[in-house]
């Protein structure tokens, strides 16, 4: 929907096509936040050897599960090659930039188009119950000090100022008081009725079937009720972009990060967005509601709900809130989204070499909230032939793992 909009601005005539009634998903579970604070990727030493630790316990935070399937392994191989210092190193400065141009467009959409979704900059609390993980959380705070954003450790008697309703059990706590957060579904409803009233097409519940192809360019596309050509395409399919994606011989390799969502409709007090560290749980407070919502699944491609990993949450949520107890209503309606995981932790987002008129916009995990915004105006300035507010060249579809 992003990328629409801005090649709407642009002043391009835009078609939308999505095998979904496009709403539900990932872009409507997820979290709501803007997190600049988020620059270590996926890919970081430790993280297989801690992948694997975890592989036979399904309630984990990051889950794998094991499968023989050709793609799965070598994205497994490449996630491996990528968990080092040097990826880290290579990916900070490129996930910090793009998620810092993205929080400055919500504000500016908002503005502009006059939307009145809910957007906030309270900041983002990392909550620790170990010394270990304040250490650690200590240490990526640093790291992101120096790269600019703004961030400290704070007292526990700061943090019950902060949220002085809310019983917390924890050791200590980061701020990052450059994050936002926002109500996703607000901002969803609000730019698909700008798209509309701005002369956008959308065909939904239209699943692209086959491409065609003349000597590196795409002439249209075929669903199963249509084809649709056009001069320039663009690939946002999330998880699913890299089954397109073979048909046209570019290997982009992903996989499907399931993450899950629990809404609270009771009053719990809690004003301040949160990650229960220890348990990769994101806690936020939102327009009529608390979102409780986390973890990683790698498991393919379905929308199966895990019970297990429901708990997991709720289970979370009490050990960090020793007030609060998640209900089984609650529960029962908890809800999926699949996210699209590059091994390297960085978006595809930029032209392949091997088509000449398809611009790639997928893989960016965690934070696709977070960078749509960002990646819809660098595909519209590419699309436009325009100077790209950052280099592309960090998110080039055609790295090498």
């Known amino acids: 929907m992003c990328t629409a909009y801005y090649l709407r601005k642009q002043g391009h005539e835009v078609v ?14 997820n979290a709501g936040y803007l997190t600049p604070s988020h620059i270590i990727p996926l890919a970081a030493p430790g993280r297989m050897k801690q992948g694997l630790k975890w592989m036979m316990d399904p309630s984990s935070p990051l889950y794998i599960r094991p499968r023989l399937n050709r793609s799965f392994l070598k994205w497994v191989w490449a996630f491996n090659r990528s968990c080092s210092e040097e990826n880290v190193k290579q990916s900070i400065g490129a996930i910090k930039n793009i998620n810092l141009m993205s929080a400055d467009l919500f504000s500016e959409i908002k503005t502009s188009e006059k939307f009145t979704f809910h957007l906030e900059n309270k900041g983002l609390l990392m909550l ?31 943090l019950k100022k902060m949220e002085p309703n809310v019983q917390m059990d924890v050791l200590g706590a980061v701020h990052y008081q450059c994050d936002w957060h ?15 009233s701005n ?14 192809i003349n000597n590196e ?35 982009i390799p992903l996989e499907a990060g399931k993450g899950y969502r629990i809404n609270v409709t009771q009053n719990t007090a809690i004003t301040m967005p949160a990650v229960l560290a220890e ?40 050990q960090f809130y020793p007030g609060l107890t998640i209900g089984a209503e609650a529960k029962g309606s908890a809800a999926c989204g699949l996210r ?20 790639i916009a997928t893989g960016h995990a965690m934070q696709g909230w977070s960078m749509g915004p960002a990646t819809g105006k660098l595909v519209a300035q590419l699309i436009s032939e325009k100077k790209t507010t950052i280099t592309l060249d960090p998110y080039h579809p055609d790295r090498k793992f």
């Open 279 to 318: 348990a990769n749980v994101a806690v936020t407070p939102m327009n009529g509601f608390t979102r409780f919502a986390g973890t990683m699944e790698i498991g393919g491609i379905n929308h199966k709900i895990n019970k297990v990993r429901v708990d997991a949450i709720a289970q979370a949520a009490h």
């Open 16 to 29: 939308v096509v999505d095998q979904s009634n496009m709403d539900f998903g990932a872009s409507y579970v």
């Open 340 to 359: 699209p995981v590059s091994p390297d932790g960085r978006p595809y987002i930029g032209r392949s070499a091997k088509c000449k008129n398809l611009t």
């Open 182 to 196: 926002t109500t996703p579904h607000e901002f969803m409803t609000e730019m698909y009725e700008w798209l509309q």
């Open 199 to 212: 002369g956008v097409t959308f065909y939904k519940n239209e699943k692209v079937t086959d491409l065609k």
């Open 128 to 158: 620790c119950k170990t010394q270990e993980m304040l250490d650690e959380e200590i240490h990526v705070a640093k790291i992101a000090s120096s790269e600019g954003l703004e961030v400290r450790e704070i007292s526990l008697s700061e």
């Open 217 to 251: 360019v795409i002439s249209e596309i075929i669903t199963q009720d249509q084809s649709i050509s056009a001069d320039e395409f663009v690939l946002a399919a999330g998880t699913w972009s890299h089954l397109l994606s073979s048909k046209l011989g570019i290997s």
